[in-house]
């Protein structure tokens, strides 16, 4: 089994920036892609950015050019750097942990709000 924790959310102003981070414990050598959803008040969650095990990131084209995604081995975390927040990016931001096709697990979440 993976256990994740986030940290990183709370309120900016819009064009601010935050940093996510999702710390992995246990089986992480099982892990074959670190993702990071999100779920807008009322919305169905999404996929907004993924980075596959070596090392290729992709986005959802809402969040291209805005948020980057990295990760350091070493301490097992990942980090999601969003800057120019908006409004449209408040939600609570959860971090996958992809094991398989038929097994992941996900992070406890965190609240990131957009508001001047």
């Known amino acids: 089994q993976v256990q994740l924790v986030e940290y990183g959310g709370g309120t900016v102003q819009p064009g601010g920036s935050l940093r996510l981070s999702c710390t992995a414990s246990g089986s992480v050598l099982s892990i074959r892609a670190t993702n990071w959803y999100r779920q807008p008040p009322g919305k169905p969650r999404e996929l907004v950015a993924s980075?596959?095990?070596?090392?290729?990131?992709d986005y959802a084209d809402s969040v291209k050019g805005r948020f980057t995604l990295s990760r350091d081995r070493a301490k097992n975390t990942a980090y999601l750097q969003m800057n120019s927040l908006k409004p449209d990016d408040t939600a609570v931001y959860y971090c996958y942990a992809d094991v398989s096709d038929f097994e992941g697990y996900w992070g406890q979440g965190t609240q990131v709000t957009i508001s001047s």
């Open positions: 980075i596959s095990l070596r090392g290729v990131t």
